[in-house]
């Protein structure tokens, strides 16, 4: 599995994430959270679109913040769902992505 393709899964399930939380909750922000968050990672895994190596780098970053977001909002909330379960997912995402498999 190469690292895109574990960005993509990660991008679904975010959007997926954002979609319950606008549905359950009505939240808009968490629906336009995670489709701006969906996007700049989109464009990550675009090829062509940026030179990889610094898309590969943006890719972190992104995931990185939404790491200590989801973080945050876990330690604010202490409720694991949402919050909690996106941090292992987004944990994992960044680990996954530099294992050579």
């Known amino acids: 599995m190469n690292p895109n393709t574990i960005l993509w899964i990660y991008i679904v399930l975010l959007v997926a994430g954002g979609l319950v939380g606008y549905l359950k909750a009505g939240s808009k922000a968490s629906i ?19 030179d990889p190596k610094f898309a590969s780098i943006l890719a972190d970053i992104i995931l990185a ?20 379960m996106m941090l292992i997912l987004t944990l994992a995402a960044l680990v996954l992505r530099h294992l050579k498999f």
């Open 32 to 50: 336009l959270t995670s489709v701006i968050f969906a996007a700049l990672l989109i464009l990550c895994t675009i090829k062509g679109f940026l």
């Open 65 to 84: 913040v939404l790491f200590v977001f989801f973080g945050w909002r876990l330690s604010k909330s202490k409720k694991f769902m949402p919050n909690g």
